[in-house]
């Protein structure tokens, strides 16, 4: 078996990089080693790592083949071998799946695949990115494996492996969370902003850190994290991602996270992560809360003067002061019809042409790289050439390459269809809409449609430099045993499960209910159920749960409510689907079976109806709750926060509330039972209820989309502000309103 783990020779410079080979030699020069990445022995600047990142990338570039410039441009979701079932169709390691797929379509593209081999060799593609969820152990020999296959071809450029956060505790969901459970797993990035709001942003430190020594053991040097979307409108699904509503709070964060995951304040180091920053500019002016994966959300609105330079900007800023690696910009295109003005960091008005983001210059080259100053490179969003191609459908594929590339792409995603930007380039050199006579679409240059040397030569080379300030070119390999080493160090779980502790926001605590501890419970019956949007799924957590409450706790616990003195509630919605649109708008309150109006195909109200459900059994929580209070009983809810839910159905029908953002429940747990003190601070405002993201017939939503929960009021109708001049925060029965910054802390 032809594994790479086990032919990896190591070359340790003094004061200089440990070099990693397999396949190719080594060259020896005044008593140092480089890698070869040739094996004709000549000493090039790109193959010196005495030299610059910016000199070797640039002499690099300038030798590679318009195709090896082709395939880098690309990336994609990729299968490893070892979940493939049928072993006929995986390499003699077992690491890679060779299988050829005629039509595989996912919800970006539809395009051939090919085995891994032949889209190393023939293909060049040189970056993939991970969906699936194996041992630290299998992604390094993974890595190493494809790293052999392509040092063995060209120049031997490096594979990059990248993939969505892997560092947090939740629901596995293709495209934002793609993997739980196998890194230290901390709480989701809205409880991280809860615990940053109520104990510091100290503790990102740990979090970056643990992320950076992780994902470097693996070998995986790249990750589409994290975004600095600021949530604007509470419908947005992608809210579950963000760091809130402040984007003051989102600054502070990138102030420490970027630096911390890419090893430096002034870019990526050799033992550093680059990261992709997303969405610009700014994903959350939601057209109530449609997501731009499907047609409805294809618009970002504006409203409201200057919210983009006021709410959208600044966390983009920061990341660029920070020197973020790339920057992604999302899929939407701006909407002038249905905006205010909008400006750029000077003042200047924007341009709102309706293309999608990564198509339209004015905030590409205009207001990224121009006004805003960002020297990395640009990673498009997946199916932008295909599927979301928003605002520019009438081009074929190989014209939205190039168009994107031109624009300022430098890497496409959703796609690895080397053949369509060979086609974009051969346009440009056989005279396609010159010489040939083709049509140039209306609105474009020829130019902007087709491919040349100088803009494949200045794509690849932004992206090398990444590459080479990584170290990936001197040593893209890593030892297997020590990768798990590093996963299982204990001080990162530990950090980690402080931090879920830290991101318990205690929103109610009638009469001192909390903490619960051994002197309340003493001769009492507690009785623990989980609610889910899944019956039996919540059925199953349930059994966990008790097992668990049982094992950490001296309480009597009952499954029969009806005699508890007692109840812990652990309260989980879910709402729509991610990357599908809904029949209406997505729905947040707390309910089962509620009747809700369809949308048109413009996304306005229709007059038709639907049911929705976010929670299976929601009923039930009010009979808990009479049931134990007949009796003099008392009731502890904790819900768990993925978007800014409506808590009408459960506030009401509890003593005790606790908001948790997929916050482990023995933490939740820690926290009601007195083992640590609740923190944690909301880092978004949730609304009162239907009446405040209420939509009339034309499409416009009472509150506006644009801004952020805690200014909505400014803009809200006088009609409906309470006596202190809210209108859109909830306000519970001992007359708290639970938004931006509130928790309750033990006296």
Same mark, same amino acid.
């Given at each position: ?108 593209? +539809?395009?051939?695949? &090919?085995?891994?081999?032949?889209? %190393? ?37 490096? +594979? ?69 979307? +600021? ?43 680059? /990261? ?148 974009? &380039? ?33 794509? /690849? ?44 926001? %205690? ?127 008392? /009731? ?27 916050? &482990?429940?023995?933490? +939740? ?16 405002? %949730? ?22 929960? &805690? ?37």
């Amino acid at each position: 078996m032809n594994k790479a783990s086990a032919n990896i020779r190591f070359y340790k410079n003094e004061n200089g990089p440990v070099i990693g080979v397999t396949v190719r030699p080594v060259i020896e020069k005044d008593g140092l080693y480089f890698r070869d990445l040739t094996g004709d022995g000549r000493l090039a600047p790109y193959k010196d790592w005495r030299n610059t990142p910016a000199v070797r990338a640039a002499s690099l570039a300038a030798e590679l083949s318009a195709d090896e410039k082709i395939g880098m441009l690309f990336v994609n979701s990729w299968k490893m071998g070892i979940y493939q079932e049928d072993r006929a169709k995986v390499d003699e390691s077992g690491l890679l799946n060779e299988e050829i797929v005629e039509q595989d379509e996912s919800i970006f593209n +539809v395009e051939k695949t &090919y085995g891994t081999t032949y889209t %190393l060799k023939e293909m060049g593609i040189r970056h993939f990115i991970l969906r699936q969820n194996p041992g630290p152990g299998e992604l390094a020999d993974w890595i190493n494996q494809l790293n052999m296959v392509a040092e063995g071809t060209g120049h031997a450029l490096p +594979v990059m492996v990248l993939s969505n956060s892997r560092n947090e505790h939740g629901e596995i969901v293709f495209g934002m969370n793609d993997a739980a459970g196998v890194f230290a797993a901390w709480p989701g990035t809205l409880g991280i902003a809860a615990a940053v709001r109520g104990s510091g942003p100290e503790l990102i430190d740990s979090f970056a850190e643990c992320i950076r020594r992780e994902w470097d053991a693996v070998g995986m040097k790249k990750g589409y994290m994290y975004m600095a979307d +600021v949530m604007t409108d509470p419908r947005w699904q992608r809210s579950y991602g963000t760091f809130g509503e402040d984007p003051g709070l989102v600054c502070t964060i990138m102030e420490r996270l970027i630096p911390g995951i890419q090893g430096s304040s002034r870019g990526v180091t050799r033992d550093g992560v680059a /990261v992709t920053i997303k969405h610009f500019p700014g994903g959350g002016a939601r057209e109530n809360g449609f997501d731009p994966h499907y047609v409805q959300g294809q618009w970002n609105v504006y409203q409201t003067e200057d919210s983009l330079r006021t709410y959208h900007l600044p966390a983009f800023r920061t990341a660029i002061e920070k020197k973020a690696s790339s920057i992604m910009p999302y899929y939407a295109k701006p909407s002038a019809a249905k905006s205010r003005p909008q400006y750029g960091p000077g003042g200047d008005v924007m341009e709102m042409k309706p293309v999608g983001f990564a198509f339209n210059r004015a905030f590409i080259q205009g207001l990224l790289r121009e006004q805003m100053g960002f020297e990395g490179y640009v990673n498009s969003d997946s199916g932008i050439s295909n599927k979301m191609a928003w605002g520019v459908e009438e081009l074929d594929v190989p014209s939205r390459i190039a168009l994107a590339v031109n624009t300022g792409v430098d890497i496409i995603s959703g796609s690895l269809d080397v053949f369509a930007a060979r086609e974009a &380039y051969e346009r440009g050199r056989n005279g396609y809409y010159t010489a040939q006579g083709h049509p140039v679409p209306q609105g474009y240059r020829a130019g902007d449609l087709v491919l040349t040397d100088e803009a494949l030569t200045r794509a /690849v080379t932004r992206t090398l430099k990444e590459k080479f300030e990584l170290g990936m070119f001197d040593n893209p390999y890593r030892d297997p045993e020590t990768a798990k080493q590093v996963v299982a160090t204990k001080k990162h779980w530990e950090d980690a499960y402080r931090v879920h502790q830290q991101s318990v926001v %205690l929103l109610k605590n009638k009469e001192g209910l909390i903490p619960l501890d051994r002197e309340k419970t003493a001769g009492r019956k507690v009785y623990v159920e989980c609610f889910g949007c899944q019956g039996e799924a919540a059925a199953r957590e349930t059994d966990a749960v008790r097992t668990s409450f049982a094992g950490r706790f001296q309480a009597e616990l009952t499954e029969d409510y009806r005699e508890a003195d007692f109840a812990i509630l652990f309260i989980r919605p879910s709402s729509g689907e991610y990357f599908h649109s809904t029949k209406g708008y997505l729905e947040l309150d707390i309910c089962e079976n509620k009747q809700v109006r369809d949308v048109d195909t413009q996304g306005r109200p229709a007059d038709s109806f639907h049911q929705e459900t976010t929670l299976s059994g929601a009923g039930r929580i009010r009979g808990i709750y009479e049931s134990l209070h007949s009796r003099g009983g008392k /009731v502890i809810s904790n819900i768990n926060f993925t978007l800014a839910w409506e808590v009408g159905n459960v506030e009401p029908c509890s003593d005790a509330l606790l908001a948790g953002f997929d916050t &482990y429940t023995d933490a +939740v747990l820690d926290v009601i039972m007195g083992r640590c003190a609740p923190t944690g601070r909301m880092p978004i405002t %949730l609304p009162r209820n239907d009446s405040v993201i209420r939509v009339d017939r034309d499409g416009i939503c009472i509150s506006r989309n644009d801004v952020p929960g &805690y200014h909505k009021d400014k803009y809200m109708p006088e009609s409906m502000k309470d006596e202190n001049g809210k209108a859109y925060a909830y306000r519970d029965s001992e007359g708290n309103y639970y938004e931006l910054d509130f928790g309750l802390t033990l006296e």
